[in-house]
């Protein structure tokens, strides 16, 4: 039997678990809802659920992957009761992984493309309406717009080619520390704008008021979304770094710094952001088009512009390759588990797969545009997002809970031995009536506020 692939490191098991979590729900979506959600007050219960409910899911899903030793369904077969059926979840969270790549590939194109354009000096003189127009002009060009996808494909697969320590978490290691030094700077540079004090108030001082105004049920709501989707869970995208993982340190300590470097980058993403937007009197909660189109006339405005567009777009380029490297890993994997070749063939296999698959999502915004799954104003995108983020995740993060704390799966108490296997932080057995009762209901929740 092939022996199992492994970290190098603890700290590249930690920094490739945090890039698969670090992506666009971070730079773009935790802003924007913050911005939507009376600020202060929702980066306050964000935290309080990434506690209460993404740690012990992350958890999870990890212990599912060390404990099993492999994809998610050869994991589940490995630890599931005799005649039960837990391991067709497998071929549903690769699904969910591949669909997520079909749009992610297109919209992790639009940051290398706009790191290229402020590098070479595409924005340089141009006025507000003409920076938005770049925009649109990009979503109407499907050649430039697949180009970027297809550089995105043919690099994440050519990393992953050379395999876990020699490619995903050599690479991933230079990315995560460029990342936080760019988020150091890039931080430290809004600070010093004029406004920027009122922006910090806004986003880190807890306002009553201003969560009334929006509606506090729609603030502990959407709070509790993001500190969901933020981690990933629920596609197998964190079992497979569990299946690397060796036994030296408990679940809960990991989960923890995984965490913590997850929301290091989302908080930082709007330190950079708010300062930004309260200098020059601009909404924050405007999604994509605060990234694409608001933000580069910022920074058209302001001095050396260009150099901060440009070190912006680099920032925004790293946390969602990250993502795209560590999903290609698990794609990869389940593709080498289920056929028995190697990582090679593995690679060129996947990468083909992934290019076809992409196409719609970059036609879907040109010559499909008609084509409007949601209903009038929707693309192809919006459906394939919505597939994963409002079922696919939550439903698969409900069966790896159901699995891990009842007895017609693996059992709370396999789950909780394999969990505080280790050094580290233990996970009390006190929590398992939240483990059971508490958590399914929040999953359930944002599973049906998803829908509505």
């Not at 260009?306 to 593709?335: K, P, Q």
Request: net charge positive; proline share 4%; with cysteine.
């Amino acid at each position: 039997m092939k022996k199992r692939e492994s970290f190098a490191s603890r700290l590249g098991f930690i920094l490739v678990s945090a890039g698969c979590a670090i992506g666009i729900g971070n730079v773009w979506r935790f802003p924007t809802v913050t911005g939507q959600n009376g600020g202060g007050i929702f980066v306050l219960l964000y935290l309080l659920f990434l506690l209460l409910l993404g740690v012990p899911v992350l958890t999870m899903e990890l212990a599912v992957g060390r404990a099993g030793r492999g994809t998610a369904t050869n994991a589940y077969r490995a630890l599931e009761p005799v005649g039960t059926r837990w391991h067709w979840h497998g071929p549903v969270c690769l699904l969910g992984c591949c669909i997520l790549m079909m749009y992610y590939t297109t919209v992790n194109g639009w940051m290398f493309s706009y790191f290229f354009k402020f590098l070479t000096g595409t924005f340089t003189g141009l006025s507000s309406e003409q920076v938005g127009g770049v925009f649109n002009a990009m979503l109407a060009n499907p050649v430039e717009m697949g180009g970027f996808m297809v550089i995105t494909v043919l690099l994440g697969f050519f990393i992953c080619s050379f395999g876990l320590q020699n490619g995903v978490e050599r690479i991933t290691k230079v990315m995560m520390v460029a990342l936080l030094v760019l988020i150091v700077v890039l931080a430290g540079h809004s600070f010093f704008l004029p406004g920027a004090r009122d922006g910090l108030s806004f986003y880190l001082l807890p306002s009553l008021d201003r969560a009334k105004e929006v509606g506090l049920g729609k603030v502990v709501v959407a709070a509790m979304n993001q500190s969901f989707f933020t981690l990933s869970l629920g596609v197998g995208a964190m079992e497979i770094f569990g299946s690397y993982m060796n036994r030296k340190h408990t679940l809960a300590s990991e989960a923890v710094r995984i965490c913590a470097l997850d929301t290091l980058v989302a908080i930082s993403a709007g330190l950079i952001i708010f300062p930004a937007c309260f200098s020059f009197g601009i909404s924050p909660d405007a999604g994509p088009r605060l990234i694409f189109v608001t933000l580069p006339n910022v920074f058209t405005s302001m001095a050396g512009g260009r150099i901060w567009g440009t070190l912006f777009f680099l920032f925004m380029s790293f946390a969602s390759f990250t993502t795209v490297i560590a999903v290609f890993e698990n794609i990869l994997a389940s593709l080498m588990d289920f056929t028995h070749i190697d990582r090679k063939k593995a690679s060129i296999i996947g990468c083909i797969f992934v290019l076809i698959t992409s196409i719609p999502c970059v036609l879907g915004f040109n010559l499909w545009s008609g084509v409007t799954p949601l209903g009038a104003g929707s693309t192809i995108l919006d459906g394939e997002d919505f597939l994963v983020s409002n079922l696919l995740l939550p439903i698969g993060s409900l069966v790896y809970l159901l699995f891990c704390v009842t007895r017609w799966g693996w059992g709370f108490d396999r789950y909780l031995d394999e969990a505080n296997t280790g050094e580290g932080i233990k996970l009390p057995r006190l929590l398992k009536p939240l483990f059971q009762f508490v958590l399914p209901a929040l999953i359930v929740v944002i599973l049906v506020s998803g829908l509505i």
